[in-house]
């Protein structure tokens, strides 16, 4: 038995309520159970960000291209694959509005991973489909342990850190799943409701709001209700 990414029912194969199949599921095109998830959306556009769970560190982030319409969810039908994806309206705006929100949110959240010197972006076109880009804080403190592990970078190397904590984070996911006995899908349901309760969507949307609201007065543009 399997659980259903949306609603967390035991199912075989496919939820009917949810419309899923799980051997032809594009969990990037599924807005409906993104949207927990996710602090910036402009109704504009067809950018949505949202945090990723598990994540490579405290604060790493999806930015995609989403169709919040679709009620079909399978690789095949998604209009956002890598190969055939080549429409950037608006990134310059998503990308000003997210950074400036995660940098502001997180700043003085975690003295145990120190402070974010800055964000470190990676498009992605592997294992997923769907285009994406991540963006993950670059943590004093992770970045230390980094290079005092290996003591041969001082500094540079910024790629070979990203594979670093993408292997760290994966390997504590695992440690997670296996003593509370979580399939991927349940710990990833139970981390959005982690989100929730401590409120880290809802502040981070109000950063974004804040952000918004700069972009659109230093551009001289004025706000509507679709941004």
């Known amino acids: 038995m399997s659980l259903c990414p949306r609603c967390g029912k035991k199912i075989d ?9 799980l051997n032809d599921y594009c969990s990037l095109c599924d807005y409906k159970t993104l949207r927990r998830r996710s602090f910036y959306e402009d109704k504009s556009n067809i950018w949505i960000c949202f945090l990723a769970a598990p994540n490579h560190t405290e604060g790493h982030s999806i930015i995609a291209p989403i169709d919040k319409k679709a009620t079909k969810y399978n690789i095949g039908s998604c209009k956002f694959n890598n190969r055939r994806f080549n429409k950037f309206e608006g990134m310059e705006k998503v990308f ?15 003295p145990e991973k120190g402070k974010i010197i800055n964000l470190l972006y990676a498009l992605c076109c592997g294992d997923e489909g769907h285009f994406h880009f991540h963006i993950i ?90 941004n």
């Open 13 to 21: 194969t496919e939820c009917n309520d949810c419309k899923i199949v």
């Open 96 to 110: 000003f509005v997210v950074s400036q929100s995660l940098m502001d949110y997180y700043k003085n959240k975690n």
């Open 137 to 226: 804080p670059r943590w004093s403190k992770d970045e230390k342990r980094w290079r005092e592990s290996n003591k041969i970078f001082d500094k540079g190397y910024l790629l070979s850190f990203l594979g670093f904590l993408e292997l760290e984070g994966d390997e504590n996911a695992k440690i997670e799943r296996a003593i509370n006995g979580w399939c991927q899908t349940k710990q990833r349901l139970e981390i959005t409701e982690r989100f929730e309760k401590n409120k880290i969507i809802e502040s981070l949307r109000s950063k974004v709001k804040k952000y918004k609201k700069y972009w659109y007065n230093s551009k001289s543009r004025p706000m509507t209700s679709d």
